[in-house]
């Protein structure tokens, strides 16, 4: 409700009646926008009380602007301003006030043109293929609503709700560390783990502690964008590495370090984003010699360790011995999907207690009902499970939608099949842009809304992800023939 008593002045010396004055200003809070058509006014009563009026005094207000077509009154619902204001008064309430959010702002601020705008589908799209993310249907919903229930049980939400670490809460950290420890190879205690809402604003907080305007920072080529934009967003320099079958080019980076001061290094070696190529073994190993040697701090984003389709999968570098070099960042949400927006921070204790700090200007509590549901998942076995459970169900959707681009778009696409991971690199041969592919496409109901590199300098690359883990094998078949016949029309 609006604040009457600062927004209606009263003055009771005046010549003119003071449900007069009632009436006059209230019909300026409709002329002036605050009062929209349709709004519901307080009760008699409550507006008595609120501007220290008879109730009667109100009344005769009301009934004014009633008799006048501004407010209805209606049955069991009480006053409204009219859906059909007197002729002078929409004409002034539609054209001679503008809001100020309408127009444009006077001051200067980064426009932020750097980085694309990430927009929803468009209204009709059949089938929407996504960068990689999970398929929510697959969750174990009664498991994640029994653990609901527990954290919303009176004594667990009251101190929940009242106690807070900006580490995020001490029951999830525990659980995490197990899980991490158990899958990853880590050894790491709560104190080298902090919480945060999604991998990407744990990366932004790394980064904000160590990069300064000007320093040179190391990424590859290609690399996320998000990343990227959030590095050059705090004045780095970014120096690009190339990227191969085998991972970062690390004799190339070796290059790179002799001649120039690298303040930071950004790498993800599984299932690199965008390409899902994985490090080899040699690269890595080479990679960590060259992190000991020039005491370069990095950022290792392994966004999606946990879907891997082959037996022996590689542990993070997070695992070797890097001296504290190494920032490990990772999400639940690649897990879990978007209604679990959590991430987390591996590093070492002075580093993570500056991150809090920071992280507490970003956002002062996290997800604490989401953090404790997840705990709870991870202590009683429901998350290794899901992840078994989902792990064989996007093995066999990779395998089918590999097949499938390579009967119907062997000759207009590339790929190599990814070891696990939810997408897959497709990179379009020349003679079909991409751009003009998925402009066709986009016709057809099929759009795409992960990483494109299709315009620019990145139209050399004519790429792009195609998430499978969020489709089922009816959607594959639809999206690969949209996908042929835009190429074909292109062809032809």
Known sequence: MLPYKNLIIIDKKSNVAVYKQLAFQLISLIQEGKLLPGTELPSTRMLADDLQLHRKTIMAAYNTLVTEDW??????????V???LPVVKPRSYNTNRLSSYKGSSSFRFDRMETLISLANPPVGARIVVNDGFPDVSLLPTEAILKEYRNVFDYTNLNRISTFGDADGS?????????????????DIGIENLLVTRGAQMAIYIAASLIIRPGD?????????????????????????????????CTETLEEILKHNDVKMMYVIPHHHQPTTVTMSVDRRNHLLQLITAYNIAVIEDDY????????????????????????????????????FRLGYIIATKEFLIAAAKLRTIIDLRGEVVIEHVVSGLIDNGELMRHIKKSNRIYAQRCDFLADLITSELGNIVNFTKPSGGMALWLKFKQEYPLSRVLSKANNMGLVLTGSVYSKGKDARLNACRFGFASLNEEEMKEAVSILRKSADSIGN
């Open 71 to 80: 407010i209805d009154n209606l049955p069991r619902k009480g006053y409204t």
């Open 82 to 84: 009219s859906l059909r």
């Open 170 to 186: 001490i029951e999830l950290r525990r659980s995490l560390c197990s899980f991490l420890n158990q899958t990853r190879g880590l």
């Open 216 to 248: 040179k920072v190391i990424v590859s080529e290609p690399s996320y964008f998000i990343a990227n934009a959030a590095f050059e967003k705090l004045g780095a320099q970014l120096i690009r590495v190339p990227i191969d079958d085998e991972g970062m």
């Open 304 to 339: 999606d360790y946990d879907f891997q389709f082959q037996y022996d999968p590689y542990l993070p570098l997070a695992s070797g011995d890097h001296g504290g070099n190494i920032i490990y960042i990772g999400s639940v949400t690649k897990v879990l999907g978007t209604p």
